[in-house]
């Protein structure tokens, strides 16, 4: 489950869930919300593969590259095909199309930055800057 909470000149995700990898997948169905466009163009699909000291910075990251496919390709997510976590490092298969997506997000910031487990739950918080 997540949910945006929208600030001046920001968009924070809170995200819970029960594993991990959850974490990221519903990281990547929030920012495929943001960047819905009804323009689809042709079949796209990108092979993403990302390294970070930490499990914070790594989703941080994630949620960057999304904004910057999206930005530098027009690529607009559809599908998480897989998505692979080991220790500081993430390996994903997106599949998607060439559209106009809103240049909504300029990146993800490390400010209040975090992911942990409490209580059986993951929980993350990341700040967007749009």
Excluded: C
């Excluded at 809170?14 to 919300?33: K, M, P, Q």
């Excluded at 993430?90 to 240049?103: M, Y």
Aim: avoid cysteine.
């Amino acid at each position: 489950m997540y949910r945006w909470v929208e600030h001046t000149g920001e968009l924070e995700l809170e995200i819970e869930a029960r594993a991990r990898d959850e974490v990221f997948s519903e990281a990547f169905r929030a920012l495929r919300g943001l960047l819905r466009s009804g323009h689809t163009g042709p079949a796209q699909a990108h092979r993403v593969e990302l390294t970070a000291p930490d499990g914070a910075a790594l989703l941080a990251d994630w949620l960057a590259e999304l904004a910057y496919l999206a930005e530098t390709e027009g690529f607009v997510p559809e599908r998480l095909e897989s998505l692979e976590l080991e220790e500081g490092r993430l390996s994903a298969w997106l599949e998607g199309f060439t559209g106009e997506p809103p240049n909504l997000v300029k990146g993800a910031t490390y400010h209040r930055l975090r992911l942990d487990q409490a209580d059986g739950a993951w929980r993350a918080t990341v700040i967007l800057d749009v």
